[in-house]
């Protein structure tokens, strides 16, 4: 058995070199800096930037953790603000219950004539669908920088990019430092133990016998040894309707539930009449995902390794308490409490499915 404790130590340790960058101003007086977005276009803007727009539903965590606060976020999604103000980050930052939400739709769609009035410095937006989402404030003349999370890579590219936007490059740096370090240690210990990879499916959402799944390998799963079994069935979408059956065809190891979606519970798929026969619940190992978005390289490291620790639970024995304490130091300068890290690990949610008390309760 080989321990993850390198990472954390080494985490603990930058938590004290960036609380220095934390307070940190923009770093240079007004100037011009170019940025590049998951397009490869090039964007001018004059620093500093005193007011930013992100519309997709992950992105704010990552500013708000580059930037030490919301300050400069002038507008967010909807649902985005929901999903923060149901959860610790809106515990720690409660003013996101004032940032604006009416310059976008929850689909996407922008709302031109108010982001016009509101005349942010840029518009974070999704790559995706740029004919619905993107053109229409291009051609307005607003200012706008794509992301894309379908790949790591995008996703330290949009670090990098937010960390250029508000000034802070070293900050940004640290916590793509920090995402290679956790990949790294993790990928040692699975080449040393030689093990076949645990296959999972990922739901997102369900209605009785149809399920929304998560179909393409997403680099998470990846750098925690996992693999996807709708992946293997041929998917290659973001998300894919199936039936119960497919579930039954692929009898996954592990069933993970989507922690955005606060209507399923691990006990919904456990005392599923039809899936019963799954391995995964007849083991117990259904699990509701940590309130810790992993489509990002500013704290899904902490996803990282619970994806690990879920799926070998006898190769990885990192205090996870302690790595989410010491992780929301380094990302947002905040103390949790133990009721707050219960409900960032989904304790409730997950009490009884298996080993998950013993291993990540008090």
Known sequence: MRRISSSWSWLSAAILALSVFAGWPGSAAADEVVIKDSRGQDIKLNRPVGSVAIFPLPIPEAMIAIDGGTSRLTAINPRAQSALMKGVIGQLFPEIATIRTDLVAPNFIPNVEEILKAGPDIVVQWQAKGDERVAPMENAGIKVATVSTESRETRRGYVTMLGEILGKPDRAQAFLDWDDKT????????????????????????????????????????????????????????????GAESLLQWNPDIILVNYYNDTIKPADILQHPVLASLDAVKKGRVYKTPAIDPATAAGGELAYQWLAEIGYPDLFKTDMRKAVSDGFKLLYGKELTAGQIDQLLQMDWNGKSAGYAETFGK
């Open 183 to 242: 990949v790294a240690d993790i990928s040692a210990v699975l080449s040393a133990a030689g093990r076949k990879k645990p296959r999972i499916a990922f739901i997102d959402s369900m209605n009785d016998n149809e399920f929304v799944v998560f179909g393409r390998e997403e680099a998470y799963f990846t750098a925690s040894g996992l693999v996807n079994a709708a992946t293997e069935a041929g998917f290659t979408d973001g998300s894919v309707k199936v």
